[in-house]
Nanobody
Framework: QVQLVESGGELVQTGASLRLSCAASLRGFDTLAMAWFRQASGQEREFVAF????????YYEESVRGRFTISRDNSKKTVYLQMNNLKPEDTALYYC???????????????WGQGTQVTVSS
């Protein structure tokens, strides 16, 4: 059974840092692109960042660029999202996703986790 399990979300104050993790049980994890998306209450799910299979190619949504860093450890089948200088507008349910190529579009990802909640208080 394919599983992506996110962890690391919590309630923090503005300016704090968090590291989200996504542990995968996917076969061929090291051939897949991985991404983080987020969905705030009442909003559409939006792209945050992706990383290619090798970890060499990454891309970020403009509002998080310079604050968030996506990385992966293929030996642990885990992808991370380091989030620094968090802002209230970063509050959302954060999902990790896996697909054959890194794109901005949720429809291009085949597997999804259940999400981990990040709440940033002002």
């Amino acid at each position: 059974q394919v599983q992506l399990v996110e962890s690391g979300g919590e309630l923090v104050q503005t300016g704090a840092s968090l590291r989200l993790s996504c542990a995968a049980s996917l076969r061929g994890f090291d051939t897949l692109a991985m991404a983080w998306f987020r969905q705030a209450s009442g909003q559409e799910r939006e792209f945050v960042a992706f990383i290619d299979w090798s970890g060499e190619d990454t891309y970020y949504e403009e509002s998080v660029r310079g604050r968030f860093t996506i990385s992966r450890d293929n030996s642990k089948k885990t992808v991370y999202l380091q989030m620094n200088n968090l802002k209230p507008e970063d509050t959302a349910l954060y999902y990790c996703a896996a697909g054959t190529r890194g794109t901005f579009f949720a429809a291009d990802y085949y597997y999804w986790g259940q999400g981990t909640q990040v709440t940033v208080s002002s």
